[in-house]
Protein backbone atom coordinates (compact mmCIF):
# COMPACT_ATOMS: atom_id res chain seq x y z
CA UNK A 1 0.00 0.00 0.00
CA UNK A 2 1.08 3.57 -0.87
CA UNK A 3 1.76 5.68 2.06
CA UNK A 4 -0.73 8.89 1.59
CA UNK A 5 1.58 11.23 1.05
CA UNK A 6 3.56 9.67 -2.26
CA UNK A 7 3.70 11.64 -5.06
CA UNK A 8 2.29 9.28 -7.51
CA UNK A 9 4.29 9.99 -10.70
CA UNK A 10 5.63 7.28 -13.24
CA UNK A 11 8.85 6.06 -11.77
CA UNK A 12 12.14 6.32 -14.10
CA UNK A 13 12.54 2.97 -13.64
CA UNK A 14 9.42 2.28 -16.02
CA UNK A 15 9.71 5.27 -18.52
CA UNK A 16 13.66 4.63 -19.16
CA UNK A 17 13.43 6.77 -22.29
CA UNK A 18 9.45 6.91 -22.90
CA UNK A 19 7.42 9.89 -23.29
CA UNK A 20 4.95 10.15 -20.29
CA UNK A 21 1.67 9.47 -20.82
CA UNK A 22 0.58 12.88 -20.28
CA UNK A 23 -3.00 12.65 -21.70
CA UNK A 24 -5.51 12.78 -19.56
CA UNK A 25 -8.94 13.95 -19.42
CA UNK A 26 -9.71 17.21 -18.39
CA UNK A 27 -10.30 17.82 -14.63
CA UNK A 28 -13.22 20.46 -15.96
CA UNK A 29 -14.75 17.33 -18.54
CA UNK A 30 -14.91 14.61 -15.55
CA UNK A 31 -16.70 17.26 -12.94
CA UNK A 32 -19.46 18.46 -15.30
CA UNK A 33 -19.92 14.55 -15.91
CA UNK A 34 -19.98 14.33 -12.05
CA UNK A 35 -22.73 16.19 -11.48
CA UNK A 36 -25.04 15.37 -14.68
CA UNK A 37 -24.52 11.66 -13.08
CA UNK A 38 -25.64 12.73 -9.62
CA UNK A 39 -28.43 14.75 -10.72
CA UNK A 40 -29.51 11.76 -12.86
CA UNK A 41 -29.63 9.19 -10.37
CA UNK A 42 -31.66 11.73 -7.84
CA UNK A 43 -34.64 12.60 -10.58
CA UNK A 44 -37.79 10.43 -9.52
CA UNK A 45 -38.14 6.56 -10.81
CA UNK A 46 -40.88 7.52 -13.04
CA UNK A 47 -38.48 10.37 -14.89
CA UNK A 48 -35.20 7.67 -14.96
CA UNK A 49 -37.51 5.14 -16.22
CA UNK A 50 -38.00 7.68 -19.47
CA UNK A 51 -34.79 5.89 -20.52
CA UNK A 52 -35.40 2.42 -19.56
CA UNK A 53 -33.94 -0.87 -20.91
CA UNK A 54 -36.34 -2.85 -23.50
CA UNK A 55 -37.17 -6.14 -22.90
CA UNK A 56 -34.37 -8.71 -24.51
CA UNK A 57 -31.77 -5.32 -24.89
CA UNK A 58 -28.91 -4.30 -22.63
CA UNK A 59 -29.00 -0.48 -23.01
CA UNK A 60 -30.74 1.75 -20.73
CA UNK A 61 -31.61 2.65 -17.29
CA UNK A 62 -32.71 -0.54 -15.27
CA UNK A 63 -30.78 -3.34 -13.56
CA UNK A 64 -27.50 -5.21 -14.64
CA UNK A 65 -27.23 -9.03 -15.94
CA UNK A 66 -31.38 -9.89 -14.64
CA UNK A 67 -31.84 -13.43 -16.59
CA UNK A 68 -34.23 -14.72 -14.39
CA UNK A 69 -37.31 -13.78 -12.16
CA UNK A 70 -35.84 -15.46 -8.97
CA UNK A 71 -32.16 -14.57 -9.30
CA UNK A 72 -31.14 -12.94 -5.88
CA UNK A 73 -30.39 -9.15 -7.32
CA UNK A 74 -27.86 -6.87 -7.00
CA UNK A 75 -27.94 -4.17 -4.90
CA UNK A 76 -27.93 -0.98 -7.60
CA UNK A 77 -29.39 0.69 -10.48
CA UNK A 78 -27.59 1.37 -13.33
CA UNK A 79 -27.60 3.23 -17.24
CA UNK A 80 -25.96 1.33 -19.75
CA UNK A 81 -25.46 3.42 -23.05
CA UNK A 82 -23.09 3.22 -26.32
CA UNK A 83 -21.47 6.19 -26.11
CA UNK A 84 -18.80 5.87 -29.20
CA UNK A 85 -18.68 6.20 -32.17
CA UNK A 86 -21.11 8.89 -32.45
CA UNK A 87 -23.00 6.50 -34.54
CA UNK A 88 -23.67 3.29 -32.56
CA UNK A 89 -26.07 5.54 -30.07
CA UNK A 90 -29.15 5.00 -29.83
CA UNK A 91 -30.84 8.26 -27.94
CA UNK A 92 -33.72 6.31 -26.74
CA UNK A 93 -31.56 5.75 -23.77
CA UNK A 94 -29.75 9.14 -23.14
CA UNK A 95 -31.24 10.87 -20.49
CA UNK A 96 -32.53 14.26 -21.44
CA UNK A 97 -32.03 15.60 -17.71
CA UNK A 98 -30.18 17.72 -16.80
CA UNK A 99 -30.41 19.06 -19.57
CA UNK A 100 -26.35 19.11 -19.92
CA UNK A 101 -26.28 15.27 -19.72
CA UNK A 102 -25.90 14.26 -23.53
CA UNK A 103 -22.82 16.88 -23.70
CA UNK A 104 -21.06 15.65 -20.95
CA UNK A 105 -21.41 12.29 -21.73
CA UNK A 106 -20.30 13.42 -25.68
CA UNK A 107 -17.08 15.35 -24.37
CA UNK A 108 -15.77 12.93 -21.73
CA UNK A 109 -16.24 10.14 -24.12
CA UNK A 110 -14.05 11.65 -26.86
CA UNK A 111 -11.46 12.93 -24.45
CA UNK A 112 -11.18 9.36 -22.27
CA UNK A 113 -11.09 7.48 -25.47
CA UNK A 114 -7.85 8.58 -26.68
CA UNK A 115 -6.51 7.95 -23.11
CA UNK A 116 -7.00 4.36 -23.48
CA UNK A 117 -5.78 4.21 -27.04
CA UNK A 118 -2.67 5.49 -25.61
CA UNK A 119 -2.13 3.01 -22.81
CA UNK A 120 -3.35 0.59 -24.92
CA UNK A 121 0.23 1.45 -26.86
CA UNK A 122 2.13 1.71 -23.96
CA UNK A 123 0.48 -1.96 -22.70
CA UNK A 124 1.50 -3.38 -25.87
CA UNK A 125 4.75 -1.93 -25.80
CA UNK A 126 5.30 -2.75 -21.96
CA UNK A 127 5.13 -6.56 -22.80
CA UNK A 128 7.61 -6.23 -25.96
CA UNK A 129 4.59 -6.19 -29.05
CA UNK A 130 4.61 -3.46 -31.22
CA UNK A 131 2.97 -0.54 -29.83
CA UNK A 132 0.59 -0.01 -32.39
CA UNK A 133 -0.99 -3.53 -31.89
CA UNK A 134 -4.24 -3.07 -29.99
CA UNK A 135 -4.70 0.24 -30.54
CA UNK A 136 -5.40 -0.58 -34.28
CA UNK A 137 -8.05 -3.11 -32.45
CA UNK A 138 -9.80 -0.82 -30.83
CA UNK A 139 -9.44 2.24 -32.81
CA UNK A 140 -12.91 3.42 -33.90
CA UNK A 141 -14.67 0.88 -32.07
CA UNK A 142 -17.60 0.44 -29.65
CA UNK A 143 -17.47 2.02 -26.40
CA UNK A 144 -19.99 1.80 -23.69
CA UNK A 145 -20.35 3.54 -20.39
CA UNK A 146 -22.37 2.43 -17.53
CA UNK A 147 -23.08 4.63 -14.34
CA UNK A 148 -23.86 2.57 -11.52
CA UNK A 149 -26.04 3.66 -8.24
CA UNK A 150 -25.34 1.52 -5.40
CA UNK A 151 -27.90 2.95 -2.76
CA UNK A 152 -26.93 2.66 1.43
CA UNK A 153 -28.18 -0.74 3.06
CA UNK A 154 -28.51 -0.27 6.50
CA UNK A 155 -29.79 -3.70 7.22
CA UNK A 156 -27.76 -5.96 5.20
CA UNK A 157 -24.60 -4.32 4.00
CA UNK A 158 -22.81 -7.25 4.28
CA UNK A 159 -25.53 -10.00 2.87
CA UNK A 160 -26.08 -7.99 -0.56
CA UNK A 161 -23.69 -7.53 -3.18
CA UNK A 162 -23.69 -4.29 -5.17
CA UNK A 163 -22.72 -6.36 -8.25
CA UNK A 164 -21.71 -9.55 -8.29
CA UNK A 165 -17.96 -10.75 -8.74
CA UNK A 166 -17.37 -10.90 -12.29
CA UNK A 167 -14.71 -9.85 -15.24
CA UNK A 168 -15.50 -7.36 -18.06
CA UNK A 169 -15.87 -8.62 -21.07
CA UNK A 170 -13.91 -5.83 -23.34
CA UNK A 171 -10.16 -5.15 -23.49
CA UNK A 172 -9.98 -2.48 -21.38
CA UNK A 173 -12.13 -0.17 -18.72
CA UNK A 174 -11.83 2.88 -17.64
CA UNK A 175 -13.21 3.55 -14.30
CA UNK A 176 -13.94 6.30 -11.31
CA UNK A 177 -16.29 6.82 -8.79
CA UNK A 178 -18.21 10.40 -7.90
CA UNK A 179 -16.61 10.17 -4.52
CA UNK A 180 -13.47 8.50 -3.63
CA UNK A 181 -14.16 8.38 0.39
CA UNK A 182 -16.78 5.86 -0.07
CA UNK A 183 -15.07 2.23 -0.59
CA UNK A 184 -16.85 -0.03 -2.80
CA UNK A 185 -14.96 -1.73 -5.49
CA UNK A 186 -12.70 -5.33 -4.87
CA UNK A 187 -10.57 -7.43 -6.65
CA UNK A 188 -9.86 -10.94 -6.23
CA UNK A 189 -5.95 -12.13 -6.10
CA UNK A 190 -5.31 -15.29 -4.90
CA UNK A 191 -8.46 -16.17 -3.65
CA UNK A 192 -9.35 -12.94 -1.47
CA UNK A 193 -10.81 -10.02 -1.58
CA UNK A 194 -8.96 -6.84 -1.47
CA UNK A 195 -10.52 -3.18 -1.41
CA UNK A 196 -9.52 -1.24 -4.30
CA UNK A 197 -8.12 2.50 -2.65
CA UNK A 198 -9.51 5.09 -5.87
CA UNK A 199 -7.45 7.93 -6.24
CA UNK A 200 -8.47 11.59 -6.52
CA UNK A 201 -7.55 12.47 -10.07
CA UNK A 202 -6.82 8.99 -11.22
CA UNK A 203 -8.68 6.07 -13.39
CA UNK A 204 -8.99 2.91 -11.94
CA UNK A 205 -7.85 0.69 -14.75
CA UNK A 206 -9.13 -2.93 -15.69
CA UNK A 207 -8.05 -5.22 -18.28
CA UNK A 208 -11.44 -7.31 -19.52
CA UNK A 209 -11.61 -10.83 -21.27
CA UNK A 210 -10.83 -9.85 -24.65
CA UNK A 211 -7.43 -8.02 -23.76
CA UNK A 212 -6.28 -11.57 -21.88
CA UNK A 213 -7.41 -13.54 -24.95
CA UNK A 214 -5.52 -11.30 -27.66
CA UNK A 215 -2.73 -11.20 -25.25
CA UNK A 216 -2.28 -15.17 -24.84
CA UNK A 217 -2.40 -14.70 -20.60
CA UNK A 218 -0.06 -11.73 -20.98
CA UNK A 219 -2.83 -9.58 -19.04
CA UNK A 220 -5.10 -11.12 -16.99
CA UNK A 221 -8.72 -9.99 -16.65
CA UNK A 222 -9.34 -8.88 -13.25
CA UNK A 223 -12.12 -10.38 -11.45
CA UNK A 224 -14.08 -7.59 -9.00
CA UNK A 225 -17.13 -7.04 -7.62
CA UNK A 226 -18.43 -3.99 -5.79
CA UNK A 227 -20.06 -3.96 -2.08
CA UNK A 228 -22.18 -1.79 -0.82
CA UNK A 229 -21.98 0.45 2.50
CA UNK A 230 -24.44 0.54 4.89
CA UNK A 231 -25.48 4.58 5.18
CA UNK A 232 -23.64 5.81 2.31
CA UNK A 233 -24.31 5.77 -1.54
CA UNK A 234 -22.03 5.21 -4.28
CA UNK A 235 -21.84 5.79 -7.91
CA UNK A 236 -19.07 4.57 -10.23
CA UNK A 237 -18.87 5.45 -13.67
CA UNK A 238 -17.11 2.68 -16.22
CA UNK A 239 -16.36 3.46 -19.83
CA UNK A 240 -15.83 -0.11 -21.52
CA UNK A 241 -13.26 -0.71 -24.65
CA UNK A 242 -14.62 -3.11 -26.87
CA UNK A 243 -12.99 -4.92 -30.21
CA UNK A 244 -15.41 -4.94 -33.68
CA UNK A 245 -18.34 -7.76 -32.37
CA UNK A 246 -17.43 -9.69 -35.92
CA UNK A 247 -13.63 -10.10 -34.97
CA UNK A 248 -12.79 -13.51 -34.14
CA UNK A 249 -10.89 -12.78 -30.54
CA UNK A 250 -8.28 -15.23 -30.22
CA UNK A 251 -4.21 -14.85 -29.19
CA UNK A 252 -3.21 -12.29 -31.58
CA UNK A 253 0.58 -13.28 -33.30
CA UNK A 254 2.08 -10.68 -31.41
CA UNK A 255 2.03 -11.89 -28.57
CA UNK A 256 2.63 -15.03 -29.05
CA UNK A 257 5.90 -15.32 -30.10
CA UNK A 258 7.03 -19.05 -29.61
CA UNK A 259 4.35 -19.66 -26.53
CA UNK A 260 1.79 -22.14 -27.02
CA UNK A 261 -2.31 -20.94 -27.85
CA UNK A 262 -3.57 -20.87 -24.37
CA UNK A 263 -6.93 -19.85 -25.71
CA UNK A 264 -9.62 -20.68 -28.25
CA UNK A 265 -10.65 -18.34 -30.58
CA UNK A 266 -14.75 -16.74 -30.74
CA UNK A 267 -16.12 -14.35 -32.61
CA UNK A 268 -16.86 -11.48 -29.98
CA UNK A 269 -20.18 -11.39 -30.35
CA UNK A 270 -21.01 -14.78 -29.96
CA UNK A 271 -19.14 -14.47 -26.55
CA UNK A 272 -21.11 -11.16 -26.07
CA UNK A 273 -24.13 -12.69 -26.50
CA UNK A 274 -22.84 -15.62 -23.90
CA UNK A 275 -21.87 -13.05 -21.41
CA UNK A 276 -25.30 -10.74 -21.61
CA UNK A 277 -27.52 -14.45 -21.17
CA UNK A 278 -25.79 -15.29 -17.86
CA UNK A 279 -25.84 -14.25 -14.05
CA UNK A 280 -22.04 -12.71 -13.36
CA UNK A 281 -20.10 -15.47 -12.01
CA UNK A 282 -16.64 -14.75 -11.50
CA UNK A 283 -14.41 -15.81 -14.59
CA UNK A 284 -16.56 -18.60 -16.05
CA UNK A 285 -17.06 -17.96 -19.16
CA UNK A 286 -13.77 -17.03 -19.76
CA UNK A 287 -12.29 -19.79 -18.63
CA UNK A 288 -14.49 -21.93 -20.84
CA UNK A 289 -11.80 -20.38 -23.90
CA UNK A 290 -8.49 -21.77 -22.03
CA UNK A 291 -6.60 -24.42 -23.72
CA UNK A 292 -3.90 -24.47 -21.43
CA UNK A 293 -3.25 -23.63 -17.47
CA UNK A 294 -1.36 -20.62 -17.00
O1 LIG B 1 -18.70 0.12 -9.10
C1 LIG B 1 -17.58 -0.28 -9.36
O2 LIG B 1 -16.56 0.18 -8.85
C2 LIG B 1 -17.40 -1.42 -10.32
C3 LIG B 1 -18.19 -1.29 -11.58
C4 LIG B 1 -17.93 -2.42 -12.52
O3 LIG B 1 -17.19 -3.32 -12.26
C5 LIG B 1 -18.59 -2.44 -13.85
O4 LIG B 1 -19.43 -1.55 -14.14
O5 LIG B 1 -18.30 -3.37 -14.62
FE1 LIG C 1 -16.75 -4.54 -13.99
Redesign the pocket.
Known amino acids: MLAHDTIVGPLPEFTKGDELINHGVPEQVIGNLKSDVVEFFKQPLQDKQECAQQPGGVEGYGQ ?1 FVVSEDQKLDW ?1 D ?1 LYILVQPTESRDLRFWPTRPPSFRNSVDVYSSEAREVGYRLLESMAKGVGAEPATLRAVFQGQALGM ?1 V ?1 Y ?1 PPCRQAADRVL ?2 SP ?1 T ?1 ADGL ?1 L ?1 F ?1 INNDVH ?2 QVKKDGKWFA ?1 E ?1 MDGAF ?1 V ?1 VGDALEIMSNGKFTSVE ?3 VIHPTKE ?3 V ?1 L ?1 FFPSSDMIVGPLPEFMKGDQMRYRSTSFHDFMKQYFAEKLDGRKHLERLRLLEQ
Open positions: AAMRNYGLHDTLQGLVAINHRARTSAF
